[in-house]
């Protein structure tokens, strides 16, 4: 359980949106994945979603691979992924036919993905945003205002004040 936590969290700090990491993460389970082949594809999922975020959403590239163990070859946004990072799709395929009947697709389509590089694309995510955070703190002045009255009242204002994602500051 504490993967799948772990996964819905990272997949929302990706995309801001709960109901993706919720698709997501349902789609990976339901195709086979499992613990540490889990926590893999959400990092190569992820890697993929931020480095063609013009089209590619998680829950897409999920989906599409459900729906390519489903039917034995690449189709949706998992194919489209694979086509826009350069994988020919009859090779893949057959590759896929192969480990269906080794039982290792999944290893499969993980080991695809991992040649692609999309994990590293998300811990160099990880380490822009970091540094992105520690380069704009702002250190104020307390004039006596903080720590904040609890009747005291505050305005969020902003294209995400009703974001509750956005407030819990992951």
């Known amino acids: 359980l504490d993967i799948v936590e772990k996964g819905f ?15 997501t993460v349902s789609n990976l389970l339901a195709s086979g994945f499992k613990d540490n082949q889990l926590a893999g594809m959400i990092d190569q999922i992820n890697g993929a979603a931020i480095k063609f975020s013009d089209t590619l959403k998680t829950e897409g590239i999920a989906d599409g691979i459900q729906e390519t163990f489903a039917s034995g070859e690449a189709i949706g946004q998992f194919s489209e992924l694979l086509t826009r990072s350069g994988i020919d799709l009859d090779t ?43 380069e704009s703190i702002v ?3 307390n004039d006596g205002i903080l720590p904040l009255d609890k009747n005291m009242r505050v305005a969020v204002i902003g294209p995400k004040e009703n974001k509750k994602s956005v407030l819990l500051g992951n």
């Open 92 to 134: 893949f395929n057959e590759g896929l036919q192969q480990a269906k009947k080794d039982g290792t697709e999944t290893q499969y389509v993980m080991d695809t993905l991992a040649k692609l590089g999309f994990g590293e694309i998300v811990k160099k995510h990880k380490e822009l945003n970091l540094k992105m955070a520690h």
């Open 139 to 141: 250190l104020l002045k």
């Open 9 to 23: 969290q990272q997949i929302v700090e990706i995309t801001g949106e709960a109901d993706s990491a919720v698709e």
